[in-house]
């Protein structure tokens, strides 16, 4: 008796993406009452023109399709919501208020202990869910260099593996 896979009826697939992104949500808001623990931080990858996003437009000038913040050291204010965080960040010296929609985000890293979850872009293109190897780690001298200029934004490459 051969079995034919059928075309699901339930939408599993966005299902579950919903339920990663609240993943994301919950950290942030347990981070947003206890701080960060140990040396835990986060690289929170987003689609800058994304419905609901809010940045300055100077940002949106330099990164005009995506871009990458740091939640370590220098950041204030993280509100955390139930569609979106807010948070306030210094981009080459200059204090910033973010608004960013869980639905925005396209990867979300704590190299602290090798966690990591990438979306697909909510614009109509299928990408594959998949985690950041350890060799995908963005490095100390990157992070260094973003902290030396006051910037949250470090430029990682999230691309698929062979």
């Keep these: 008796m051969s079995e034919e896979i059928t075309d699901s009826l339930i939408p599993y697939d966005d299902i579950v993406?919903?339920?990663l992104r609240a993943v994301v949500g919950r950290v942030?808001?347990?981070i947003e009452a206890e701080g960060l623990p140990g040396d835990h931080h986060f690289y929170i990858?987003?689609?800058t023109t994304a419905d609901g996003v809010s940045i300055p437009q100077a940002l949106i000038e330099r990164f005009p399709e995506e871009m990458t913040i740091v939640l370590q050291h220098k950041y204030w204010d993280l509100k955390i919501?139930?569609?979106?965080?807010?948070?306030?960040?210094s981009f080459s010296q200059v204090p910033s208020h973010l608004v960013i929609p869980y639905s925005a985000i396209t990867a979300f890293v704590d190299p602290a202990v090798d966690f990591a979850l990438q979306f697909p872009v909510d614009n109509g293109q299928d990408t594959l869910f998949e985690a950041v190897e350890a060799d995908d780690k963005i490095s100390e001298e990157e992070i260094a260099a973003s902290q030396e200029d006051g910037s949250n934004v470090v430029s990682v490459d999230f691309g698929k593996k062979s």
Excluded: A
Aim: charged share 35%; glycine share 12%.
């Design 45 to 47: 990858t987003f689609r």
């Design 28 to 30: 942030l808001r347990t």
């Design 81 to 89: 919501g139930d569609e979106h965080f807010e948070v306030g960040l």
């Design 17 to 19: 993406q919903e339920v």
